[in-house]
């Protein structure tokens, strides 16, 4: 256990302390001030301004942004969609795998990959050729997350312009956030991975003989290039069908760490961009610290939960962690606790493990943070604009409560960014229960469970969660590359994703147009603990309000099942 805590100290003393000069480096590239890569970086940018017709001079209203932001996205799923069903006829494809079939699992994926879910239906190396994996899933994965950089970027400058329309140009957004932030990031990682033991090839998977005399085909690949990103950009589709805990992706304690320490750096770093952004660091350090502490409130819960394991196995006199079943041992509990929260805070959806495997409250852990909208530090962008918007109620519910108009860095919160807010939290969360309700009343969805009880709804749960939450993990135990599936989720996380970009570029297209006025001596601060503290109770409350019913069907009862001896 000492370890495991040392373990936990020692990645948020590393995460803050890189956090901070990337969230100083990350103003400097969105308020076009000059950086020390310009040299390198500039003339690639300045080209592709050429080549696209973009006039980077130009900014956009909201509304030309959330549509240039739409256009694009569905675009690139068009473009993922058509690689993968043309497959067998693109080149870099060694093992001549067929295309992508049926059609809507190549839906799904297309759809996943574009909104940053990458829910994986499939198997990777067994489904997706090389150039497949390259050209439509690792491409994807860049332009996803700097979709979800742009559009946080985007809210922050309606928060700090006044009496104006314009929140900046998507595509000098999306463009500096691939080129001066994710590939400089992936380029380094990757390369640590590959000097780890992670393969980086496009060579033909090897031919081994095993002991037993038969012959065993070991799939290799561009691995590492993906795996970077994939981490990096919160994005979380394994080149391999068990992901990060295969050992190919994920071969040693100190991959485990890195990449572990991956997911969270940029939304961390995005928590000192905000408070460099609105001049006032205190703004940012308030919402960092209100992510550490759900985080850690979660972390505790999880790692304390699957360290006590099942009191059925300890009745029959083994000691020790017990709960090892669908874990790494090279991991162990608390490398596996770690991963699985942060994986969960973030919309990144890697695993080191079966979730399915998790004991029932440590199961619940992973499925209420993408409830919560996954604000606890959150995906590339989306983390981060999702907290904004939960900013935004906190200040106005604070407003009502005191009886003065409730105000954010002195813009006035008003009916109209309150209804986009309302939209934002309630319609994802409205498609999680009514996406269970339908799989849990059909005869499609319960065909798809692999556990009975209360672990087949949780299962259910879970997938929708991870879905409309732009997640991507799974229980694992829900079969779901059916028609039914494949497009009831695609449909999740379709939702998931512009049901909260929309309003939140509404929500910053207003907030421009207003005039900031300074404190007075009725305005609430946003800088102090009582700040904190109210911001995480009206997260959990939100949440509470809205799951509470789904999650004691689910884990809960399950976990007192199993005090009882019941198992499934």
């Not at 060694?94 to 574009?114: K, Q």
């Not at 000097?195 to 005399?213: K, M």
């Amino acid at each position: 256990m000492a370890s495991d805590l040392t373990l936990f100290g020692l990645y948020f003393v590393i995460l803050f302390g890189l956090a901070w000069p990337l969230g100083r480096y990350m103003t400097k590239v969105f308020n076009l001030e000059k950086t020390v890569f310009d040299p390198v970086f500039q003339p690639i940018e300045k080209l592709l301004y050429r080549l696209t017709g973009v006039d980077d001079s130009r900014e956009m209203n909201w509304k030309r942004y959330a549509s240039a932001v739409i256009w694009f996205n569905l675009l690139g799923m068009a473009l993922v969609f058509i690689i993968q069903i043309l497959q067998d006829k693109l080149p870099f494809n060694p093992e001549n795998l067929d295309a992508v079939a049926p059609w809507h699992l190549a839906f799904n994926t297309a759809v996943s990959f574009m909104t940053n879910t990458n829910w994986q239906a499939y198997g990777g190396e067994t489904t997706m050729s090389y150039f497949t994996q390259m050209a439509a899933l690792t491409v994807q994965n860049f332009l996803s997350a700097a979709t979800g950089l742009a559009v946080a970027i985007a809210f922050i400058r309606g928060l700090t312009r006044k009496t104006t329309q314009l929140i900046g140009n998507f595509w000098v957004d999306l463009t500096r956030s691939v080129i001066y932030i994710l590939i400089p990031i992936a380029i380094l990682f990757s390369v640590v991975l590959v000097q780890q033991g992670v393969p980086q090839t496009l060579s033909s998977y090897v031919s081994a003989q095993t002991i037993e005399g038969t012959e065993q085909k070991i799939a290799v690949g561009p691995v590492a290039s993906q795996e970077a990103i994939k981490m990096v950009g919160t994005n979380g589709g394994g080149f391999f069908n068990a992901n990060s805990a295969h050992p190919f992706e994920n071969p040693t304690p100190l991959t485990n760490f890195l990449e572990t320490l991956s997911i969270f750096l940029i939304p961390a770093g995005l928590a000192f961009t905000f408070g460099y952004m609105v001049r006032d660091r205190r703004q940012g350090y308030a919402i960092l610290a209100m992510m550490t502490l759900l985080f850690l409130m979660m972390l505790t819960l999880n790692y304390t939960s699957e360290l006590a394991g099942n009191p059925l196995v300890a009745a029959n006199g083994i000691s020790g962690p017990s709960a090892m079943e669908g874990k790494e041992v090279r991991f162990g509990i608390g490398g596996t606790s770690l991963f699985a929260t942060v994986t969960t805070a973030a919309s990144c959806g890697a695993v080191n493990a079966m979730h399915d495997s998790f004991t029932p409250l440590g199961g619940l852990v992973p499925m209420l943070q993408m409830m919560l909208g996954e604000v606890v530090f959150g995906g590339v962008g989306a983390g981060f604009y999702g907290i904004l918007v939960f900013v935004v109620l906190t200040v106005f519910i604070v407003g009502l409560m005191v009886g003065r108009t409730p105000e954010y860095l002195g813009k006035k919160i008003e009916s109209r960014e309150m209804k986009m807010a309302t939209i934002a939290i309630l319609i994802p969360a409205v498609t999680i229960l009514i996406g269970s309700a339908i799989a849990s009343a059909t005869e499609a969805g319960m065909a798809g469970i692999a556990n009975p009880g209360p672990h087949g709804l949780s299962e259910m749960l879970y997938a929708f969660a991870s879905a409309a939450g732009n997640n991507g993990s799974a229980f694992a135990g829900l079969t779901v590359n059916t028609l039914f599936y494949d497009l009831l989720l695609a449909l999740a996380m379709l939702l998931g994703r512009f049901s909260v970009i929309i309003p939140v570029l509404a929500i910053a297209g207003s907030m421009a147009e207003k005039k900031i006025s300074p404190p007075g001596p009725g305005t609430f601060p946003t800088t102090g603990w009582l700040f904190v503290v109210l911001l995480a109770t009206i997260v959990l409350v939100v949440g509470a309000l809205t799951f509470l019913p789904a999650l004691a069907l689910g884990p809960i009862v399950e976990h007192l099942l199993m005090l009882q001896g019941t198992t499934y």
